[in-house]
T-cell receptor
Framework: QQQVKQSPQSLIVQKGGISIINCAYE??????FPWYQQFPGKGPALLIA?????SEKKEGRFTISFNKSAKQFSLHIMDSQPGDSATYFC???????????FGTGTRLKVLA | GAGVSQSPSNKVTEKGKDVELRCDPI?????LYWYRQSLGQGLEFLIY????????KSGLPSDRFSAERTGGSVSTLTIQRTQQEDSAVYLC????????????FGPGTRLLVL
């Protein structure tokens, strides 16, 4: 019940296309859902995050869509660029706790 | 410092040796976390600190792993009698608050046990 399932494991997108990464969870107590971006040799960096009181959050080309009833959330990268090529992790946590539960990651490659 | 720093950036050691990994959190961050990232895998939670206390050590893989934090700042993760399966990237993160605080990650220490 603590797991966060992430898919796909890898993704190849043409420049200018839309990249979509999906995550699903079971624990309905989760109330904070961040996405992290990790470049090779670097630590993960927070990209965007959402709480379940909204269904969508947009920051620039990055959008999180949240479906509370389905217990799913997804990251959409619009107008994908080669510089977006990285590994993306979704995560979830519960109010009053300290622990992030991470998905297994999606390796995104955007072709020039 | 502007961000979380970790040292060394890379460590190669022989099986059976002890290693110490260091983390300097963002100044003022009271919470500190250690994660392990094996090749191609997600992030595995190891331990967290609130101040100098580590209330939950259940994520540590074995009793060969220990961690401490002094002065509410620097933390050291020690792995005794290293094994080849300990090879991984060890990531440290810190947050301003234990609850609801965004975690900021360091660049990690890449450990290779031969």
């Amino acid at each position: 019940q603590q797991q966060v399932k992430q898919s796909p494991q890898s993704l190849i997108v043409q420049k200018g296309g839309i990249s979509i990464i999906n995550c699903a969870y079971e624990n309905t107590a989760f109330d904070y859902f961040p996405w992290y971006q990790q470049f090779p040799g670097k630590g993960p960096a927070l990209l965007i995050a959402i709480r379940p009181d909204v269904s969508e959050k947009k920051e620039g080309r990055f959008t999180i869509s949240f479906n509370k009833s389905a217990k799913q959330f997804s990251l959409h990268i619009m107008d994908s660029q080669p510089g977006d090529s990285a590994t993306y992790f979704c995560a979830a946590s519960t109010a009053g706790t300290y622990k992030y539960i991470f998905g297994t990651g999606t390796r995104l490659k955007v072709l020039a | 410092g502007a961000g979380v720093s970790q040292s060394p950036s890379n460590k190669v050691t022989e099986k059976g040796k002890d290693v110490e990994l260091r983390c300097d959190p963002i100044s003022g961050h009271t919470a500190l976390y250690w994660y392990r990232q094996s090749l191609g895998q997600g992030l595995e939670f190891l331990i967290y600190f609130q101040g100098n206390s580590a209330p939950d050590k259940s994520g540590l893989p074995s009793d060969r792993f220990s961690a401490e934090r002094t002065g509410g700042s620097v933390s050291t993760l020690t792995i005794q009698r290293t094994q080849q399966e300990d090879s991984a990237v060890y990531l440290c993160a810190s947050s301003l608050a234990l609850v609801g605080g965004t975690q900021y990650f360091g660049p990690g220490t890449r450990l290779l046990v031969l």
